[in-house]
């Protein structure tokens, strides 16, 4: 290969999917960068590959230098994967053994997620299946809806410095105890997240009489009123017979989007340790209580490592983006967490591997040190289907996740409403659906 391609364009045949390739590619060719950002030199099959050339070789030249996969979602995209020697499954399959690559998909109209990855459940992992089904793609509506250097070169250009910082070890902050003093608990604010109930009917009025003028803006489900942002989803309830959260009567209601608090329970001389001070949401910490294969390693691990879970994922993708802005994203730190048998419940630990992550949960020994066990259930959390105890002692607080294993291979350690620690952990299975979450990051003290 005579360039050292660093964006892949992936694409399934000469229709829709490859005359938009083609446009992407012709854009990125002639793209004026700044002279501070990284050059951006993109290879597309039809255009870079010659006659004559191993295909299957050059594919794999391409990957191997690369930094990010331009996924061209169009209808179909994942229908012909089992066929022998389809070229999109070989391409997926080389990606997926380099953790350099980021994905960057393009939506199509007509192209379907959860109807396509069906097909494509016995040739992937959750884990690769999950680096390129992201919450928040790029969609592409129309030759006059989309723009290459508007839509795609930021992305790609976020890619690539991202993954020039995690190459570098020595930005990492290695979260040892040893090497951070307990801190004095006090409370920050920092990032934004739905937390309260909206119970004032005539704003409610006013946001669904916003939504039929078009006089808001709706993602998913985050509505904008008046500079404001709300959340609507349909609750949950916890359900004390069986012990789960459950779809409740179907009704919708509206949380508000507010600043998230954190208590400062570490610090060293550049960096804070925190921890939400209440119970945020509700997640399963796996999907399931079988073994799950790393997409680092592809050896199979026990539902409850945090390598392999989901709710790891889940903090550093969809919950990551959506509680911080860009500014604040860049104080946070890429951290190197501690997961054997040191920072476990002395019977339950295991000698796992670390993990680099940029939020994460605590573990048993870091918890036990510093206290603050004691947490409410936010009003979203409780939508979610996080359990809250009604009793007078422990009025709204609840049971929540860390990352430290349990007494078997589907089970992680809970804290529990009274925040104890000192007696034989509690546990919950991996897949428990009203456990809730207190995520931790590690911030730079100047952004505080």
Same mark, same amino acid.
């Given at each position: 290969?005579?360039?050292?391609?660093?964006?892949?364009?992936?694409?399934?045949?000469?229709?829709?999917?490859?005359?938009?390739?083609?446009?992407?590619?012709?854009?990125?060719?002639?793209?004026?960068?700044?002279?501070?950002?990284?050059?951006?030199?993109?290879?597309?099959?039809?255009?870079?590959?010659?006659?004559?050339?191993?295909?299957?070789?050059?594919?794999?030249?391409?990957?191997?230098?690369?930094?990010?996969?331009?996924?061209?979602?169009?209808?179909?995209?994942?229908?012909?994967?089992?066929?022998?020697?389809?070229?999109?499954?070989?391409?997926?399959?080389?990606?997926?053994?380099?953790?350099?690559?980021?994905?960057?998909?393009?939506?199509?109209?007509?192209?379907?997620?959860?109807?396509?990855?069906?097909?494509?459940?016995?040739?992937?992992?959750?884990?690769?299946?999950?680096?390129?089904?992201?919450?928040?793609?790029?969609?592409?509506?129309?030759?006059?809806?989309?723009?290459?250097?508007?839509?795609?070169?930021?992305?790609?250009?976020?890619?690539?410095?991202?993954?020039? +910082? $995690?190459?570098?070890?020595?930005?990492?902050?290695? #979260?040892?105890?040893? /090497? =951070?003093?307990?801190?004095?608990? *006090?409370?920050?604010?920092?990032?934004?997240?739905?937390?309260?109930?909206?119970?004032?009917?005539?704003?409610?009025?006013?946001?669904?009489?916003?939504?039929?003028?078009?006089?808001?803006?709706?993602?998913?489900?985050?509505?904008?009123?008046?500079?404001?942002?709300?959340?609507?989803?349909?609750?949950?309830?916890?359900?004390?017979?069986?012990?789960?959260?459950?779809?409740?009567?179907?009704?919708?209601?509206?949380? +508000? $989007?507010?600043?998230?608090?954190?208590?400062?329970? #570490?610090?060293?001389? /550049? =960096?804070?340790?925190?921890?939400? *001070?209440?119970?945020?949401?509700?997640?399963?910490?796996?999907?399931?209580?079988?073994?799950?294969?790393?997409?680092?390693?592809?050896?199979?691990?026990?539902?409850?490592?945090?390598?392999?879970?989901?709710?790891?994922?889940?903090?550093?993708?969809?919950?990551?983006?959506?509680?911080?802005?860009?500014?604040?994203?860049?104080?946070?730190?890429?951290?190197?967490?501690?997961?054997?048998?040191?920072?476990?419940?002395?019977?339950?630990?295991?000698?796992?591997?670390?993990?680099?992550?940029?939020?994460?949960?605590?573990?048993?020994?870091?918890?036990?040190?510093?206290?603050?066990?004691?947490?409410?259930?936010?009003?979203?959390?409780?939508?979610?289907?996080?359990?809250?105890?009604?009793?007078?002692?422990?009025?709204?607080?609840?049971?929540?996740?860390?990352?430290?294993?349990?007494?078997?291979?589907?089970?992680?350690?809970?804290?529990?409403?009274?925040?104890?620690?000192?007696?034989?952990?509690?546990?919950?299975?991996?897949?428990?659906?009203?456990?809730?979450?207190?995520?931790?990051?590690?911030?730079?003290?100047?952004?505080?």
């Amino acid at each position: 290969m005579e360039h050292n391609y660093n964006v892949f364009i992936s694409y399934r045949g000469s229709g829709s999917g490859g005359l938009l390739g083609k446009e992407i590619y012709t854009d990125l060719r002639h793209y004026k960068q700044d002279d501070n950002q990284k050059p951006i030199i993109p290879f597309f099959a039809p255009a870079c590959v010659q006659k004559g050339d191993n295909f299957q070789l050059a594919i794999k030249d391409a990957l191997s230098t690369s930094r990010c996969v331009v996924l061209i979602l169009s209808p179909g995209f994942f229908q012909n994967c089992h066929n022998q020697d389809d070229m999109v499954t070989y391409e997926l399959q080389v990606a997926m053994k380099n953790p350099e690559i980021t994905f960057i998909p393009v939506v199509m109209d007509g192209f379907n997620f959860d109807e396509e990855l069906v097909t494509i459940s016995d040739l992937f992992t959750e884990d690769e299946i999950y680096r390129f089904k992201h919450i928040n793609p790029i969609h592409h509506h129309g030759v006059y809806d989309f723009n290459t250097e508007a839509d795609v070169v930021p992305a790609i250009h976020k890619a690539l410095e991202d993954r020039a +910082t $995690v190459s570098k070890k020595t930005e990492f902050v290695d #979260f040892d105890m040893s /090497k =951070f003093k307990i801190a004095s608990g *006090r409370v920050v604010a920092f990032g934004n997240y739905p937390q309260t109930i909206l119970k004032d009917e005539d704003l409610i009025h006013r946001i669904y009489e916003g939504l039929a003028t078009n006089a808001t803006k709706k993602k998913d489900q985050r509505y904008e009123y008046n500079s404001k942002a709300y959340y609507n989803i349909c609750e949950n309830k916890f359900n004390k017979r069986t012990f789960e959260a459950e779809r409740a009567d179907g009704s919708y209601n509206f949380y +508000t $989007v507010e600043p998230l608090y954190w208590i400062e329970i #570490f610090t060293s001389d /550049k =960096f804070s340790v925190l921890i939400s *001070r209440d119970i945020i949401d509700a997640r399963m910490f796996n999907l399931d209580r079988n073994m799950h294969r790393s997409a680092e390693s592809s050896q199979s691990k026990p539902a409850n490592d945090w390598e392999v879970s989901f709710i790891r994922r889940w903090l550093n993708s969809e919950f990551y983006y959506d509680c911080f802005n860009e500014i604040e994203r860049q104080s946070i730190q890429y951290s190197r967490i501690r997961n054997g048998k040191e920072s476990a419940y002395f019977e339950f630990g295991k000698d796992r591997a670390p993990t680099v992550d940029k939020v994460f949960l605590i573990s048993h020994q870091e918890i036990y040190a510093v206290g603050y066990g004691c947490a409410r259930v936010s009003d979203f959390a409780r939508a979610r289907g996080a359990y809250a105890s009604t009793s007078a002692t422990c009025d709204r607080f609840g049971d929540w996740w860390t990352r430290s294993p349990g007494n078997i291979d589907s089970s992680v350690e809970n804290v529990d409403r009274r925040g104890c620690l000192d007696a034989y952990p509690f546990c919950n299975y991996v897949n428990d659906t009203a456990a809730g979450v207190r995520p931790c990051i590690i911030v730079s003290k100047e952004a505080l």
